[in-house]
């Protein structure tokens, strides 16, 4: 498992890792499905730290940061883990790597939120030492209300 910074060839690679309109809502609520390079590289600008883990030269996973205060705080944004690797591990260690970035590129608390219903995340964040801080409504593809919850890291790790 090794975790680069992203390079614009491989943006599809990054793309093809949302396996569906839900799942792609679930890490990008913004997002139209099929994801692609132009809403990657419109994420590139808009975002600091675009970050892949790769396998065996595979791109595996994706993550950046935004809304970055130097000193102060920094999200965690667009985690996303391809289907086929889910369930090893890969997930908790982006965030590991991108905890690591918010502290020795910005000086930065780690923040992140997360869809209600990712109750996998929600549960790999908290074992992390994020802890709830808000939650904010949202309207899901299906027209539901669905709550994204803020989270931030309160243990060191």
Known sequence: ?????????????IARLAASPE????????GSYPWDKKQIEETAKARK??????????VVAFS?????VPGESAFIGNV?????????????????????????????????SVFNF?????????KLGFEPYSVAKHISPQGENVALIHMRLTQRI
């Open 1 to 13: 498992m090794e975790f680069t910074s992203a390079k614009e060839e491989q943006y599809n690679d």
């Open 23 to 30: 799942e792609l809502f679930s890490f990008c609520a913004t």
């Open 49 to 58: 730290s675009l970050t892949v883990c790769n396998i065996a030269g595979q």
């Open 64 to 68: 950046n940061l935004y809304n970055v």
């Open 80 to 112: 996303i883990v391809g289907e086929d690797f889910k369930g090893q591990g890969i997930g908790k260690g982006l965030i590991k790597h991108m905890i690591e970035v918010c502290r020795e590129n910005y000086d930065a608390v780690p923040h992140l």
């Open 118 to 126: 990712n109750t996998r995340a929600l549960l790999m964040y908290s």
